[in-house]
Structures are given as structure tokens and as C-alpha cells.
């Protein structure tokens, strides 16, 4: 027989995140977040869609765990809905938004399922946002107040927390190029955006080693760049697209200071930044987590603002309905160069997977999508490769447990395990999820 390429403990999970599948947004005294007024404003979300009802995860919780049970995960990652905690984001707590927390957890545990926790997935509440959201440099504050409350009646539960998740796409998407919320257009905004929310990352730390006394990390995701000639001025993209996409939220956390790029990147938009601020970002951290989806072969492109760089489509390569190339060997690449820049911190890939079509109702009580389960099949290989190179991966989630509200995209994309038929809500583990169960079962050995 031969070893397992996985320890017995690695965590086999899947992900998800609060306004993606909870529905009932303002249930039980919730406060709006950015994304219950950006899903209003009409042109900004594919067929108009919105995420009140997703998939009604909110009433539906004890049957998706059941779910999860009978998938064999030993972990799920999900996200706190901020406004649903603390409808102003400040002040006055919603017992009924906590409790449904609590529940779920203990639902969780029960059912032999490690909790993984992140506090921030894009959904800032609604009354922060007038006050400036990102951009006001007290938001620090405010989240480790949040955070600090949260800690307090999980902490005893929960052993993994992350405090954001994808910085980048929150600043990318929501500040810089408007695609999601709160849907601002500004240059000179994206950096004092991703620079608060890095200061609210150590904010939060600095409140968990005070309240906690478990693992609390980051969630970034990192989308490898290779270049497309060794030409001078694709290895200068290359490096640009490198710097604002992954080292600008790795570089200030790991190694003090934001990589020399991002002034070229940015202009006259890069300020200087106390070099204080660096001492809060810095707080150590116990783990990173990791999401990655593909990568990019990066060229020269004068017009492609900000960095000046695009991806090239790679011809005869399989891409998914989001247009992202399947390239499994980027995530191995990816773990072993983070590994190797920033050290040997204990990693967790925390999202990876595909959007490939599903139909919209399960034919009798099947969804057969080869394509995602060969992805998968290909991306645990890759990690198992990481694992050989000395990596210290603990733990893999599948993105995701259910098809949901792919923001921007509405209803469109399905990036689920679990078939969800958004007019019945019914669940459909598809035969990715079986095969997915199978890993589980085995730890990952061949098969």
C-alpha cells in the first residue's frame, strides 16, 4: 500500500460566502449592506438579479449541513454578514443576526464539520458606506470592534477565523473600475481602499490575539503572471500585473513595506503612508489562505489601464464560463511561491473551482458535469504536487458548496457542488460532489 499524499488531518472542505447564498438580507432586525443597494441600481447585476432570496440558506441552514454530512466534508468556510451582526456596522447588536451564527456552528460541530470563519466578504453594512466605507481611515476601528464582538461569543467554537477575504476584488471591483460595490470609479481612491482594509486586516488580528486563542490569517487571491515573450516590456507587465494583483496585499502583511510597482501602477494616485501603519499590518499572522481560479500569461498593453498589461487567450486551452483559462500547475506554482517569498506559514487553499454550465432544473436527479470534476481531479493532483515540494497545505476548500448569486453576474454562473434550482430551491448534489465525496473518503489518495 502506499503512504497518502495527505495527512490525516488536512481539512477536505467546501466555501461559500453570506450574501452569495443566505438570502433574507433584512431578516430579524439585519441592516442593509452595500450589496442590498447595489443590486438596485438598475444595469449593475445581470438580469437584475438579487440576493434575497439566493438560496434561502438562511431558513434552509440545518438541511445544506445535513448536506455537507452526507459529503463526507470535514471543514466549511463561510462568511459573517457584518450588517446582519451589527445592522449600523457600529453600535447596537442584532441577537437574532448572532444567533443565526451560533446556530450554524453548533449545527456544524455536531455534525462533525470544522467552522472556518471570515469576517469580511465584500458585504460592508450599508450605514459605513455613508460614512465613507473604505475610504474613511477609521473603518480600522470599526471592523475590530466587529471583529473583537464576534470573538467574544465564537471564539470557543471556531479554531480557524480569516479576517478578509480578496482585498484585492474589493478594491479592484469596487472602487477602481465600479463593477461591484459600492461601484466607484476612481483612481485615487483604489489605494486608500486597499490600503484601509490592510489596516483593518491588523486591526483585527491585534483584537483576535487579545480575545482569541485559536488561528486567525488572510484570504487572497493570487492569480500567477506569466509572461508572454521574455521581450523587455512583457517582463515589466508581467511584473506590474504581479505587483497590483498579489504582492500588493502579501508584500505590506509579510514583508513591511508595497512593492516598488505600485507607484508606477498608480502615479500620482500612490501616496506615502506612515511608516506606523506598517507595524498594524504587520501583525503576525497563523495562516494564509489562498483562492485561485487560473492564471494569466501577461503582455504589454499600452491601453489596459491601470497596469498596462493583458492577458493573452492561451489557443487550445479549455477556459470556463467565466473566461478563466483551467490551469492546474499555477496552483502549485502559487503555493510554492508563496512558500518561498514570504516563508513557511501553514497555507489553506480556501477556494478553488470552475463555472462550466449546468442546466437549470437536475434531469432525474442527475447533473452530469465531467468538466468540473476533471478540474477538480487536476487542482487536488496540483496540491498534492505543492504538498511533495514541502508546502505546509493543511486543508482544501472546493468553490463551491452551492450554485449561487455570482455578484455582478446574478444567477448566470454555476460554480456549485450542489445544484441549485433557484426556482425550487431543490439541491442536487451533482457528480462533482460524488466525486468530490470520494476524494474526501480516500484523503486524497489515488484512485
Excluded at 486597499?194 to 486591526?203: D, T, V
Aim: proline share 6%.
Amino acid at each position: 500500500m502506499t503512504q497518502p499524499a495527505f495527512p490525516s488531518d488536512f481539512l477536505w472542505g467546501a466555501a461559500t460566502s453570506a450574501y452569495q447564498i443566505e438570502g433574507s438580507p433584512l431578516a430579524d432586525g439585519a441592516g442593509p449592506s452595500i450589496w442590498h443597494r447595489f443590486v438596485r441600481t438598475p444595469g449593475l447585476v445581470k438580469d437584475g438579479d438579487t440576493g434575497d432570496v439566493a438560496c434561502d440558506h438562511y431558513r434552509r441552514m440545518e438541511a445544506d449541513v445535513q448536506l455537507m454530512r452526507e459529503l463526507g466534508l470535514k471543514a466549511y468556510r463561510f462568511s459573517i454578514a457584518w450588517a446582519r451582526v451589527l445592522p449600523q456596522g457600529r453600535g447596537a447588536v442584532n441577537p437574532g443576526g448572532l444567533a443565526f451564527y451560533e446556530r450554524l456552528v453548533d449545527t456544524l460541530l455536531a455534525n462533525g464539520i470544522q467552522p472556518m470563519a471570515t469576517l469580511y466578504h465584500w458585504d460592508l453594512p450599508a450605514a459605513l458606506d455613508d460614512r465613507g466605507g473604505w475610504l474613511n481611515p477609521d473603518v480600522a476601528d470599526w471592523f475590530a470592534d466587529y471583529a473583537r464582538l464576534v470573538f467574544r461569543k465564537l471564539d470557543d467554537r471556531i479554531k480557524l477565523w480569516a479576517t478578509l477575504n480578496e482585498p484585492w476584488v474589493v478594491t479592484d471591483g469596487g472602487y477602481l473600475h465600479g463593477a461591484l460595490a459600492p461601484g466607484h470609479r476612481n483612481r485615487f481612491e483604489a489605494p486608500i481602499a486597499s490600503h484601509n482594509l490592510l489596516r483593518a486586516h491588523g486591526a483585527a488580528v491585534r483584537a483576535y490575539r487579545a480575545e482569541g486563542k485559536h488561528q486567525v490569517g488572510l484570504v487572497v487571491n493570487i492569480e500567477p503572471k506569466y509572461p508572454a515573450t521574455q521581450s523587455a516590456a512583457d517582463l515589466a507587465a508581467t511584473a506590474r500585473a504581479d505587483a497590483y494583483m498579489n504582492r500588493q496585499y502579501l508584500d505590506p502583511v509579510f514583508l513591511g513595506r508595497y512593492p516598488d510597482e505600485m507607484r508606477e501602477v498608480f502615479g500620482e494616485a500612490w501616496p506615502e503612508w506612515p511608516a506606523e501603519d506598517f507595524q498594524l499590518i504587520g501583525e503576525p499572522i497563523d495562516f494564509l489562505g489562498i483562492n485561485y481560479y487560473t492564471r494569466s500569461v501577461t503582455r504589454h498593453d499600452e491601453v489596459n489601464w491601470p497596469v498596462r498589461a493583458s492577458a493573452v487567450k492561451q489557443p487550445g486551452a479549455t477556459y470556463t464560463e467565466t473566461g478563466w483559462e483551467v490551469f492546474p500547475q499555477g496552483l502549485t506554482d502559487t503555493l510554492v511561491w508563496a512558500r518561498d517569498r514570504y516563508g513557511a506559514i501553514p497555507q489553506y487553499v480556501t477556494e478553488n473551482g470552475a463555472a462550466f454550465f449546468d442546466p437549470p432544473t437536475a434531469e432525474d436527479g442527475q447533473v452530469d458535469d465531467p468538466l468540473r470534476v476533471n478540474y477538480l481531479r487536476k487542482h487536488i493532483a496540483a496540491i498534492a504536487q505543492a504538498r511533495a515540494q514541502g508546502v505546509d497545505l493543511r486543508g482544501y476548500f472546493a468553490w463551491s458548496l452551492l450554485d449561487n448569486m455570482e455578484w455582478s453576474l446574478g444567477y448566470s454562473k454555476r460554480f456549485g457542488l450542489v445544484h441549485v434550482d433557484f426556482a425550487t430551491q431543490q439541491r442536487t448534489p451533482k457528480h462533482s460532489a460524488r466525486y468530490y465525496a470520494g476524494v474526501i473518503a480516500r484523503n486524497g489518495a489515488a484512485e
